[in-house]
């Protein structure tokens, strides 16, 4: 069994800055892709960043220069680190990673349980 868990939103005022953590447990081998997905009220689920295992990044462009996404592959634990946050920031932040089972079964698409944020104005 695989468990993808966020921590770390909660309520911050526009200019502020929170990080958030997710972290991979259960019978896992090895994790490909890892990366964060928001959703605002209303709103489809976007894109906002991405890392492999080899720590290259992709970033959505609202949220490049801004957000910083990182990751500890010894503890299967992916960051995200948010600057200047702004009100439009605010929304569900979901982890989803690719993950290798301990059995090689391939679990593309995996989600964790979603963190919220809230930026105030």
């Known amino acids: 069994q695989v468990q993808l868990v966020e921590s770390g939103g909660g309520l911050v005022q526009a200019g502020g800055s929170l990080r958030l953590s997710c972290a991979a447990s259960?019978?896992?081998?090895?994790?490909?892709?890892m990366r964060w997905y928001r959703q605002a009220p209303g709103k489809q689920r976007e894109l906002v960043a991405t890392?492999?295992?080899?720590?290259?990044?992709n970033y959505a462009e609202s949220v490049k220069g801004r957000f910083t996404i990182s990751r500890d592959n010894a503890k299967n634990t992916v960051f995200l680190q948010m600057n200047s946050l702004k009100p439009e920031d605010t929304g569900v932040y979901y982890c989803?990673?690719?993950?290798?089972?301990?059995?090689?079964?391939?679990?593309?698409?995996?989600w964790g349980q979603g963190t919220q944020v809230t930026v105030s104005s």
């Open positions: 989803n990673a690719d993950i290798y089972s301990s059995s090689r079964r391939y679990l593309p698409n995996y």
């Open positions: 259960g019978s896992i081998f090895s994790i490909t892709f």
């Open positions: 890392i492999d295992s080899g720590g290259s990044r």
